[in-house]
């Protein structure tokens, strides 16, 4: 075994000393010379006109530079087209301070810029705005009549496929059938790191801009289209996001503030938000869902129906795939599946780690063991049984599917078989028991990125891409790549990512980072590795000489030849001989879409749980959990286990506790801190076992890896309340299951 | 910024008199409750006057055999003190059950007392407030009301009191010990918060110009039988929907003395002398002790998103009480008893 094979091993951080020593930087820790501060002000209404802004009394106070609103913003971009950021959804995107309208609760209406954070922050909360207040409607549940199908425009985003079959008759003439609504209410990312910009002014209009954003050049495209700069006066730097869960693939408002603020004063500016303005935008939106499922004699699935009903803003239809799945999970020929929006006066909804699927997932899996129990069935076996083999959606065939082996295996990891059907059959002492399954599938995709790679004299190779790390460890899978593909050991490969001056990477997210630019790394050092071939040859005696790029492996240091290992040329050799300093290449990797699109690409997990539930007094813990997931490749399985692990636990706070709690009769938010927003501690989370499943595939991608960042949450809530069923016998189709619900 | 002065000080009579020549000055001891409302501008204080340096951070023993705890001994130090343990075990678990082991390392015992509600509305400046904003109106009669009281409420505010350490307190019979310019007064433990009435502004009876020094335990034994239950969202790190603090003393297996309080569904911890006399003298039993989780909240009234916290209640005061009786607050259920 050579010791610079490193995909496939288990693999340390290699970011981790840096960010547990306080040596990686965060957009708002960049203390550039003479920076000002802005402080957001938000608004206190929901729906209405700024009448009247008492500027005066602010700009006396000392230290305050200026106070930006609707009245004295420059003219800026005129289409929304400008404002279209990689993920804008179709619509009209909100321009921060563009009128004195006032769209949805806590918008930002002003920022108040000052010599220190103190003085900024005590200013703005001193403003005084006159609003006239119109009606407002935040409420989804009494928006049920009021859904459209929304047009197209979003990245990612598939219209439900058309009916197939005779979904109403099957459903009709099905053995059996279940119906029922699920619920959950909007749920906010709450990352650790608060967004937050600092804007270097390099004079002339040159800007440095350390941005929280999980796209540098989502950031930079953004910045330069609405305040009309080159990209060439406008980097965007993002080394490290403290999470990033979706909530940064949009700019935020803090960018738009702080680069006009900065130009504006000619001077650097910071402006970070504050927990609170956390709440201020996009988050998974609040859903209504309606599933009904019909069964034949056998347990075959006779009919699917699906229709989702989700919230939008009033100015852009944010759509997600939330029903699509229910016609690929599962073998079925008579399947119906609507989805709708309403509109809402509420900042426009994000994607959040798994968007769609998470919810979608979440009521099909309960619907689902619903049906099992009406058929008598158990409910594993059951999804067994009517296991999809194609894609029915897409009519085509799926290019790897371990999904079988997910359920077998994290069955018997579960111990599945002990577990006795009834509800309210198992017990440990006075706790009722229950034990559920779910799961989940999510797309596969591969972006079109590109890398560059470049070693040194001294043997020390760096690999660029402006990718970005949202702590899934792209930083230490990255450098895996690079160091196999060159056969350099792993302390002499450094990666760089986060800044518009690297090679271009699509945004970091929709799980396709590891397959997007790894393929782009592996690309560019392939590239660099081919050079170093043609000058390996042209040393005195080289045993390479006549081979090609195939005949030879970059292991252990070395280029040798795979027919006699014992032919090679040690790489730190090549530059020194050839009097060369430097070698370097570019690469990049784009999908190869003849013949990915013949194929349906997929990864697919099952999840196992158990809950001990006090029934007295309504209290749950979930106890165990396995997850056993098939995703392809696995490049790294520490970091890929703490995807999954990480997915686990936000699948148990989706379940059991989060909840953004909308007042609507103010339209705001009212739990709108870490205090009262609640996130699972770590007395909440007992086992979880991570089971990978692997596939191999060079259908999806060259590397094979089809992500893991969001897979592992699906079906997590829906099989906690499965077996919240399994223990109790009540069915909990609304979200979160608190301790009120079962009493 | 928010500019306040900022003195320390090192006597009691020095620190009363500074905090009684304006109403705007605020002691600062622990920092955990009062710095989060000078974040929100809840409280905007022109002066701080630091008590850490006073010297009120001991746990002693009384002459008449009870314990003092300085009122700035620390929640931690408080909760882990031998003699607290050993004698007070219910005010030992009451304090774990609350906040997280950070926040118990500042707190300290008087800023447990005097911590303000938890009340959403409480903390967002742009919904009127009656306990913010005399006057203002209640948000949380109407809106969303889960976490706020469903006893001894009014008209004006239904916030609840969210300490745990106090629910404790008040079923051990504590007193307080103040000092204001007139001098030193004790307060019974029932009589230091008060129910909102019409005026939710006031949360106690401490005189604008009183410090609290101490909280004198008595010499009374209730470490065998008790049991302090907190039902909450998430197993550390959140506050209290319902907690019951209950102690026994049994003959055998009959009740000889009660004691029965509630967190989380009042203004004030909810002691219930009623109930307890419906324990007293009664067999441990499961019907007794529902006969008295019945009177408890026979007055209660729920709010909508609350209303939950009425048959929680009922059924948390049967089991604590049933926890009490065998002597097993610490065994039965790993989950409901960890204080991480
Ligand atoms: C996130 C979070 C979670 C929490 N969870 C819980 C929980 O689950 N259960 C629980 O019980 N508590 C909880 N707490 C509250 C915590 O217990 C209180 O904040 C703490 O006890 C207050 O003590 P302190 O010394 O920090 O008070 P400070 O913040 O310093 O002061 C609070 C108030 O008391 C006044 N004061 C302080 N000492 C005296 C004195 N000796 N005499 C007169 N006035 C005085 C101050 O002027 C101020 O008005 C939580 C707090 C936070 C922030
Ligand atoms: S319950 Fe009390 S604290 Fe809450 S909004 Fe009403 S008055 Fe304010």
Same mark, same amino acid.
């Given at each position: 075994m050579s010791t610079t094979n490193y995909i496939g091993k288990p693999t340390s951080r290699v970011d981790g000393p840096a960010k547990v020593t306080g040596a990686a930087k965060y957009a708002a820790e960049f203390n550039v010379p003479n920076l000002a501060y802005g402080y957001v002000v938000s608004s206190a209404v929901t729906k209405g006109k700024i009448t009247k802004i008492y500027t005066d009394e602010i700009l006396a106070i000392a230290g305050v530079l200026q106070v930006f609103s609707h009245e004295n913003v420059p003219s800026l971009a005129w289409l929304d087209r400008s404002y279209k950021d990689d993920v804008a959804p179709g619509g009209s995107p909100f321009r921060p301070l563009h009128s004195a309208e006032v769209k949805f609760n806590m918008q930002p209406v002003a920022v108040v810029v000052a010599e220190t954070f103190e003085v900024a922050r005590y200013a703005a909360s001193l403003l005084r705005i006159d609003y006239d207040v119109v009606e407002h409607a935040t409420d989804l549940e009494a928006k049920r009549d009021d859904g459209y199908k929304p047009g197209g425009g979003k990245t990612g985003w598939m219209p439900p496929p058309a009916p197939r079959g005779n979904p109403n008759d099957a459903l009709q003439n099905a053995a059996h059938r279940v119906e029922g609504e699920f619920?959950?209410?909007?749920?906010?990312?709450?990352?650790?790191?608060?967004?937050?910009?600092?804007?270097?002014?390099?004079?002339?209009?040159?800007?440095?801009?350390?941005?929280?954003?999980?796209?540098?050049?989502?950031?930079?495209?953004?910045?330069?289209?609405?305040?009309?700069?080159?990209?060439?006066?406008?980097?965007?730097?993002?080394?490290?996001?403290?999470?990033?869960?979706?909530?940064?693939?949009?700019?935020?408002?803090?960018?738009?503030?702080?680069?006009?603020?900065?130009?504006?004063?000619?001077?650097?500016?910071r402006v970070s938000l504050?927990?609170?303005?956390?709440?201020?935008?996009?988050?998974?939106?609040?859903?209504?869902?309606?599933?009904?499922?019909?069964?034949?004699?056998?347990?075959?699935?006779?009919?699917?129906?699906h229709h989702a009903l989700a919230e939008t803003s009033q100015f852009e239809d944010f759509t997600e795939n939330v029903v699509n799945w229910s016609g690929m999970l599962y073998q079925c020929d008579n399947v119906k599946l609507t989805y709708e929006l309403a509109k809402l006066d509420v900042f426009t909804p994000l994607d959040m780690r798994a968007p769609g699927a998470a919810t979608g997932s979440f009521a099909l899996e309960i619907a689902m063991d619903e049906l099992a129990y009406k058929a008598g069935l158990d409910p594993l076996e059951f999804r067994l049984r009517n296991y999809a083999a194609r894609d029915q959606n897409a009519d085509k065939p799926f290019s790897s599917k371990k999904l079988r082996e997910c359920y077998h295996e994290g069955a018997a990891k579960f111990g599945w078989a002990k577990r006795t059907p009834e509800p309210r059959s198992m017990r440990d002492g006075s706790q009722l028991v229950g034990w559920g399954v779910g799961g989940g599938v999510w797309d596969a995709s591969q972006q079109k990125a590109a890398a560059s790679a470049s070693l040194n004299v001294d043997g020390k190779l760096t690999v660029k891409s402006g990718s970005n790390e949202i702590g899934t460890g792209t930083y230490t899978i990255m450098t895996q790549i690079a160091a196999e593909t060159m056969g350099l050991p792993l302390e002499a490969v450094t990666f760089e990512l986060g800044d518009t001056a690297l090679p271009e990477a699509p945004l970091q997210g929709g799980s396709w980072t590891a397959a997007s630019v790894g393929s782009g790394v592996k690309a560019a050092c392939d590239a660099l590795g081919e050079k170093l071939l043609k000058l390996a040859q042209k040393m005195e005696d080289s045993p390479l000489k006549g081979v090609t790029y195939k005949d030879v492996q970059f292991v252990n240091g070395q280029i040798r030849l795979y027919s006699d290992p014992t032919q090679a040329v040690v790489i730190r050799d090549i530059l020194p001989a050839n009097g060369q300093e430097k070698l370097e290449a570019d690469g990049s990797a784009s999908p190869d879409m003849a013949r990915q699109s013949q194929y349906s690409?997929?990864?697919?997990?099952?999840?196992?749980?158990?809950?001990?539930?006090?029934?007295?007094?309504?209290?749950?813990?979930?106890?165990?959990?396995?997850?056993a997931v098939a995703a392809g490749r696995i490049l790294n399985p520490k970091t890929a286990r703490s995807q999954v692990l990480g997915s686990v636990v936000w699948g148990i706070s989706m379940a059991m506790m989060e909840e953004s709690v909308m007042d609507h009769g103010f339209g705001r938010y009212m739990n709108h801190n870490y205090a009262e927003y609640h996130v699972p501690v770590c007395a909440d989370i007992h086992d979880i076992d991570v089971v990978f499943v692997e596939e191999e595939d060079d259908i999806v991608n060259p590397l094979g890896v089809k992500g893991i960042g969001e897979v592992g949450l699906l079906g997590v809530a829906a099989a906690i309340a499965n077996a919240v069923y399994h223990a109790t016998g009540k069915r909990i189709r609304n979200l979160p299951i608190s301790i009120g619900k079962l009493l | 910024m928010n500019s306040f002065t900022y003195t320390r000080a090192t006597a009691v009579d020095a620190a009363v008199r500074e905090k009684s020549a304006a109403s705007s000055v $605020?002691?600062? /001891?622990?920092? =955990? #409750?009062?710095?989060?409302?000078?974040?929100?501008?809840?409280? *905007?204080?022109?002066? +701080?006057?630091?008590?850490?340096?006073?010297?009120?951070?001991?746990?002693?023993?009384?002459?008449?055999?009870?314990? $003092?705890?300085? /009122?700035?001994? =620390? #929640?931690?130090?408080?909760?882990?003190?031998?003699?607290?343990? *050993?004698?007070?075990? +219910?005010?030992?678990?009451?304090?774990?059950?609350?906040?997280?082991?950070?926040?118990?390392n500042m707190a300290t015992n008087g800023g447990n007392l005097l911590q303000r509600t938890r009340c959403y509305y409480f903390y967002d400046?742009?919904?009127?407030?009656?306990?913010?904003?005399?006057?203002?109106?209640?948000?949380?009669?109407?809106?969303?009301?889960?976490?706020?009281?469903?006893?001894?409420?009014?008209?004006?505010?239904?916030?609840?009191?969210?300490?745990?350490?106090?629910?404790?307190?008040?079923?051990?019979?504590?007193?307080?010990?103040?000092?204001?310019?007139?001098?030193?007064?004790?307060?019974?433990?029932?009589?230091?918060?008060?129910?909102?009435?019409?005026?939710?502004?006031?949360?106690?009876?401490?005189?604008?110009?009183?410090?609290?020094?101490?909280?004198?335990?008595?010499?009374?034994?209730?470490?065998?039988?008790?049991?302090?239950?907190k039902l909450r969202d998430r197993t550390s790190y959140a506050f209290a929907l319902v907690s019951v603090a209950a102690a026994l003393q049994l003959d055998g297996t009959t009740i000889r003395d009660a004691r029965l309080a509630l967190g989380g569904v009042a203004h004030k911890p909810w002691r219930d002398a009623a109930a307890e006399d419906l324990l007293k003298g009664q067999p441990a039993t499961e019907e007794t002790f529902r006969k008295a989780a019945t009177a408890v909240v026979q007055q209660a009234k729920g709010y909508g998103h609350n209303t939950f916290k009425i048959e929680l209640a009922k059924r948390a005061i049967v089991r604590a009480l049933k926890q009490a009786a065998e002597g097993t607050q610490t065994a039965t259920d790993v989950f409901l008893n960890s204080n991480p």
């Open positions: 619920i959950h209410q909007a749920q906010h990312h709450n990352p650790m790191e608060m967004f937050a910009t600092t804007v270097e002014w390099l004079g002339d209009k040159k800007l440095k801009v350390y941005d929280k954003t999980q796209g540098a050049f989502n950031s930079q495209q953004y910045v330069t289209k609405i305040f009309g700069l080159s990209k060439d006066n406008v980097q965007v730097i993002s080394k490290y996001t403290g999470g990033g869960f979706g909530s940064g693939l949009r700019p935020q408002y803090q960018l738009f503030l702080a680069v006009l603020a900065s130009l504006e004063l000619k001077r650097s500016v504050t927990r609170q303005q956390m709440f201020s935008f996009g988050h998974r939106p609040h859903t209504l869902q309606y599933l009904a499922l019909g069964a034949n004699e056998d347990g075959s699935l006779a009919a699917v129906h690409l997929h990864a697919h997990n099952a999840v196992f749980v158990e809950v001990k539930v006090d029934e007295d007094l309504g209290t749950v813990h979930v106890t165990r959990v396995v997850n | $605020r002691f600062v /001891a622990g920092g =955990t #409750n009062l710095l989060d409302l000078m974040k929100e501008n809840i409280e *905007r204080p022109t002066r +701080l006057v630091d008590i850490n340096h006073l010297p009120l951070k001991t746990i002693d023993g009384t002459p008449d055999g009870g314990l $003092r705890l300085g /009122a700035l001994a =620390t #929640n931690a130090d408080t909760a882990w003190h031998a003699e607290v343990q *050993r004698r007070y075990p +219910l005010l030992s678990q009451a304090i774990l059950a609350g906040a997280s082991p950070q926040l118990r400046l742009t919904t009127p407030c009656n306990k913010r904003e005399p006057g203002s109106g209640c948000s949380a009669i109407g809106g969303y009301n889960r976490v706020c009281g469903v006893l001894g409420t009014s008209e004006s505010c239904i916030a609840t009191h969210p300490s745990d350490m106090c629910v404790a307190l008040a079923a051990l019979d504590a007193t307080v010990q103040v000092t204001g310019k007139n001098g030193e007064r004790t307060v019974r433990f029932a009589d230091f918060h008060r129910l909102p009435e019409d005026q939710p502004q006031f949360d106690n009876t401490l005189a604008p110009d009183e410090i609290v020094t101490a909280i004198d335990l008595p010499n009374e034994d209730f470490s065998q039988h008790f049991s302090y239950l």
